[in-house]
């Protein structure tokens, strides 16, 4: 993409996706797509939050939140081992880049991904198209379409006849009872209930939002 991308920002909302490097997959099998949650689960939940995703063939597509400032503050000076006294005066004096501290931890988990894909699979460079795409999710019926429409993303190509079929997405764990590390309540919470969200998802999605075009960039 050639324009400008948003910066990560403290409490931020934003639809992030990536394709691969040409015309392979990031995911050859079952337990690439696990090691793939595995990576992020280690790698994100001190910085972004995950709200949904799906993780197609040649894909994948992620909706996160950013931290908050302190949150963000207490992963950096954890991370670099900072003086309480240099943090003070680090906050104090608006040094502290949010969006470098998100974007780089996001860019270390592909990397490590990518790192390990490459290793199993024995192939050499890189897997993924070198800028990671971002758009901010600006309000509520955004935001419940967006998950939809990353749900639905499989029969959106053509590539399974139900998005319930499909196993690599966040829709059964939002469901489900099960631990997992995403913000399941908070997404039930903003479509008013798990029964909500289960009416919502038996729609086709809307095109009003103009989802057509944000899918189609990466495919």
């Known amino acids: 993409m050639t324009d400008k991308q948003p910066d990560f920002v403290p409490n931020g909302v934003f639809h992030v996706f990536n394709h691969a ?98 290793k199993y699979h024995e192939r050499k460079g890189s897997l993924f198209m070198q800028n990671t795409n971002r758009k901010i999710v600006g309000d509520k019926d955004y935001f419940m379409n967006l998950i939809h429409y990353l749900h639905y993303n499989l029969v959106h190509h053509g590539l399974i006849g139900s998005f319930l079929d499909w196993p690599h997405s966040s829709y059964h764990t939002l469901i489900s009872e099960q631990p997992t590390k995403l913000a399941r309540k908070k997404i039930l919470d903003w479509f008013g209930g798990r029964d909500a969200f289960l009416n919502f998802h038996g729609q086709k999605p809307n095109d009003e939002f103009g989802f057509e075009k944000i899918l189609e960039c990466v495919f």
């Open 21 to 118: 490097n040409g015309f392979e997959n990031i995911y050859n099998t079952e337990e690439n797509y696990r090691f793939f949650l595995q990576k992020m689960g280690k790698f994100l939940p001190e910085v972004l939050e995950v709200l949904a995703y799906c993780l197609l063939p040649n894909h994948f597509h992620l909706l996160i939140q950013v931290k908050s400032k302190e949150a963000l503050q207490a992963f950096y000076q954890k991370k670099y081992n900072v003086s309480d006294k240099v943090m003070v005066q680090k906050i104090e004096d608006n040094l502290l880049d949010y969006h470098t501290i998100a974007r780089q931890q996001l860019t270390n988990f592909l990397n490590s991904y990518a790192q390990a894909f490459n």
